[in-house]
């Protein structure tokens, strides 16, 4: 499936390990045999006379040596990084020539700055021509797409949603098949955020946004993090004003090298976009996976919109920490935000607004995640250490788009995978508590990187008058405080206490692929091995390991063991 039928905005973040070449050095190495063997084939005759004068002599076309069967189009403005060194744009062209992609190059007009300019009449102008029968007969073009690098691709953005400039040379947008923008700044197409984040906005919203082409929008890492910024949130204004587009798509590090030794994964997404070369299907179902993510089930505006005071904080490196760790292997996901503000409220402030029937009653508090996690808190803590509840960062109100997709490599460490691809997962940031003193931090949350206290929504906070730890009143009280210490009934029950944990399906949003089991279902060598050498039980899985000191290791499995024989003789 290509990535265009369902992905309209993605932010593509590579890395390169030295010595590695990309396309561009690739594509210099063989411009030169290419050309020699008449592989690239200028066709500028028509354009002196069709274009506007100043604007002809910066287009070339080229027609790429697979005359057989239909090709796409790619009309590509190329306004950047270095608008004075024209061979690298050109070596990008002739990588899509390669793949029987026919390319429209178009320079920028030079203004003395880095990256040189365009128009929207420019763009505009050219659109229309390359649209014209005379030029599309014999050709065989499947369909036009457009590409703009740096300020190319903000001009583009910009005509595209100012179809004026379009309407005056006899183009419209719906005339594209797709659109994309590469490493541009298109902060001037969006008004500032608001505080506190609303829906997002465009400055200046287009008459017709459905008929808009579908936009993939694409920033490599290590440019400037703005340009990563701004490309996620004209992607929410477009999703907002009715575009018809998906999700924006963060690529993961060094998914170049992996999938296909020295080429470009940004250059890849757009061949499998414009249907000239499939990705990989493991590739393709991870940016499908992260897609689906960011249109999430769930939300928090019940907490938002309850009249709870909202309170806004700077983002520090406490905080960072707190849940970076969850992004541990995809953290260029996060370089699509600002990282400078976040939005929370006094948890006990929202649960004693809320209703009976909705948050119950009595003095223990049990906090469900959506992934079937449990943590319970006591009234006199919450009055004591008053957590926040974490309900927006920078821009963003749902946090649930905040979201990791993975594999898991077996359901069960003592299991075989079985045959075929896992499943992909998703794991949501969502509302979560997060409380600053990291000493109190400690009293309420045993094992710092749980992840049970994430994913939050209000039909998981409830009340109940029953300590919920009753049915383990006869064990000694060291042995209760070192249950609650470990973390494990979080996910995993001892007699009927905590929760049971679940992976979410990135596609079926259900419950999918190793529901946590009670304590006592494991078999003893599996639970031991777990115990006494976590790290590896889960790297065998493919999960986070939670650490366990040794001590506590030993006293939760001589606490099952005993268990164990108190149940036999029953």
């Given at each position: 499936m290509s990535i265009l039928t369902s992905v309209i905005a993605c932010n593509i973040h590579t890395n390169f390990d030295d010595g590695v070449l990309g396309p561009v050095s690739l594509a210099?190495?063989?411009?030169?045999?290419?050309?020699?063997?008449g592989a690239l084939i200028g066709s500028n005759s028509?354009?002196?006379q069709d274009l506007p004068a100043g604007l002809s002599e910066r287009v070339e076309m080229l027609t790429a040596d697979q005359p057989t069967g239909a090709r796409p189009l790619l009309v590509f403005f190329d306004?950047?990084?270095?608008?004075?060194?024209?061979?690298?744009?050109?070596?990008?062209a002739d990588a899509f020539l390669r793949e029987g992609v026919d390319v429209a190059l178009v320079d920028a007009a030079s203004t003395g700055e880095a990256g040189g300019s365009f128009a929207p009449s420019d763009i505009a102008a050219v659109l229309s021509f390359v649209a014209t029968p005379s030029l599309a007969e014999g050709r065989n073009w499947s369909g036009t797409f457009a590409l703009g690098r740096g300020t190319g691709g903000a001009a583009l953005a910009a005509t595209l949603l100012d179809p004026p400039h379009l309407a005056a040379e006899g183009h419209a947008p719906s005339l594209l098949a797709g659109a994309f923008s590469l490493n541009a700044d298109l902060s001037a197409l969006l008004p500032p955020p608001a505080d506190p984040p609303t829906t997002q906005a465009l400055a200046a919203p287009p008459a017709d946004p459905a008929g808009l082409p579908r936009i993939i929008l694409l920033t490599r890492d290590g440019g400037p993090r703005a340009l990563a910024i701004s490309a996620r949130r004209l992607t929410k204004a477009l999703r907002a004003a009715g575009a018809p587009y998906a999700s924006d798509i963060v690529l993961p590090r060094n998914s170049a090298v992996e999938a296909w030794g020295r080429s470009d994964v940004a250059y890849h997404v757009i061949l499998d976009a414009i249907g000239a070369k499939a990705l990989p299907q493991r590739l393709a179902d991870q940016l499908e996976a992260e897609s689906r993510a960011k249109a999430p089930a769930f939300n928090n505006d019940r907490i938002w919109e309850s009249g709870v005071a909202v309170e806004r904080h700077a983002i520090d490196e406490t905080f960072l920490k707190s849940f970076g760790w969850l992004?541990?292997?995809?953290?260029?996901?996060?370089?699509?935000?600002?990282?400078?503000?976040?939005?929370?409220v006094d948890l006990l402030d929202y649960l004693e607004q809320l209703p009976e029937d909705v948050a119950g009653r009595g003095d223990h508090l049990a906090l469900t995640n959506v992934r079937g996690q449990r943590m319970d808190l006591t009234r006199e803590q919450l009055q004591r250490i008053r957590p926040r509840l974490v309900i927006g960062i920078d821009d963003e109100r749902n946090l649930f788009r905040f979201a990791v997709a993975y594999q898991t490599r077996r359901d069960y460490s003592w299991m075989?995978?079985?045959?075929?691809?896992?499943?992909?997962?998703?794991?949501?940031?969502?509302?979560f508590l997060y409380v600053p003193d990291e000493d109190n931090a400690r009293e309420v949350f045993p094992v710092l990187n749980t992840t049970s206290r994430f994913s939050l929504i209000t039909a998981g906070l409830r009340w109940q008058e029953a300590d919920p730890f009753e049915p383990l009143f006869d064990l000694a009280a060291p042995t209760r405080q070192m249950l609650r210490r470990s973390g494990c009934t979080e996910c995993h029950a001892f007699r009927d206490v905590g929760g049971l944990g679940y992976h979410i399906g990135a596609f079926s949003g259900q419950p999918e692929s190793g529901l946590a089991l009670p304590l006592m279902d494991y078999p003893p060598v599996v639970l031991e091995r777990f115990l006494f050498d976590q790290?590896?039980?889960a790297q065998r899985i493919g999960v986070n390991a939670v650490p366990l000191d040794r001590a506590l290791s030993e006293a939760l499995h001589n606490l099952v063991r005993e268990e164990a024989g108190i149940a036999s003789q029953q």
């Open positions: 210099r190495a063989a411009v030169l045999a290419l050309m020699a063997a028509a354009i002196a306004g950047g990084p270095d608008a004075t060194d024209a061979t690298e744009g050109r070596a990008i992004y541990a292997d995809r953290l260029e996901l996060l370089r699509a935000f600002p990282l400078e503000s976040y939005y929370s075989d995978p079985g045959a075929g691809p896992r499943p992909w997962l998703v794991r949501p940031l969502g509302a790290k590896a039980v």
